[in-house]
């Protein structure tokens, strides 16, 4: 699956994807990210991306003709691909939908993310994608952030990234609504500030048909 991000940071998404998982997917070659920068379909000698909002307001809007201009490309959008909006107006996003866009059938191995910024997009963006996403009931200054968040939460379902393919099946939100039972390591025993933390003994017991009693009563439903 091939990852492609539009934004006017480039360079953000450097730390965060030379790491951990998503690095190993990354070599891998499970997924593949692609950066553009939208500032390469912008005219002018400064490249302007971003204009004032028209009828007046705080803040500055991206233009959407840099990101039509980007998205034309064909080496961003292909005939097999979702388009996907980060903004805070938009649908949240669950693992249920994570787990959909994981699946080839319905995004076709290209995932495309608009990263907003400023005060917003265009809003005749909206013509040229198949899905606005917020993360949360919030807002961040851009839509790096969530893209990472996007990014992480598919790649981490599909097949080969995760050491145990069990860790993605019985975790929170697998089914939705699920929250997964407590952990607990060594020590057994944790001391601090004069009190004692101790791991509940059935975990202790080598019982394992106990202990699975213990955890799915543990569990929650939201």
Request: contains cysteine; glycine residues 8%.
């Amino acid at each position: 699956m091939t990852f492609h991000i539009i934004t006017i940071f480039p360079d953000i998404f450097s730390s965060y994807f030379s790491q951990s998982i998503i690095k190993r997917a990354l070599e891998k070659k499970i997924i593949a990210v692609k950066i553009y920068n939208l500032r390469d379909w912008a005219e002018g000698a400064h490249r302007q991306v971003d204009d004032r909002p028209y009828g007046g307001g705080a803040g500055m809007v991206l233009m959407a003709e840099p990101i039509i201009k980007a998205l034309k490309q064909k080496s961003v959008k292909t005939k097999k691909s979702k388009i996907i909006l980060l903004s805070a107006k938009g649908k949240k996003w669950t693992q249920a939908l994570a787990r959909r866009y994981a699946n080839p059938e319905h995004s076709g191995d290209n995932i495309i993310l608009i990263c907003g910024r400023y005060e917003g997009v265009d809003e005749r963006i909206k013509k040229f994608v198949d899905e606005e996403i917020s993360v949360g009931d919030y807002v961040f200054t851009g839509g790096e952030l969530p893209a990472m968040a996007v990014v992480d939460s598919i790649t981490r379902l599909l097949p080969g990234v995760l050491g145990n393919e069990e860790s993605a099946r019985f975790e929170s939100h697998s089914p939705a609504g699920f929250l997964e039972h407590p952990h607990y390591t060594r020590p057994e025993t944790l001391t601090v500030n004069g009190k004692t933390y101790k791991v509940p003994k059935i975990l202790l017991s080598g019982d394992h048909k106990k202990i699975e009693e213990w955890r799915k009563k543990k569990s929650k439903q939201t």
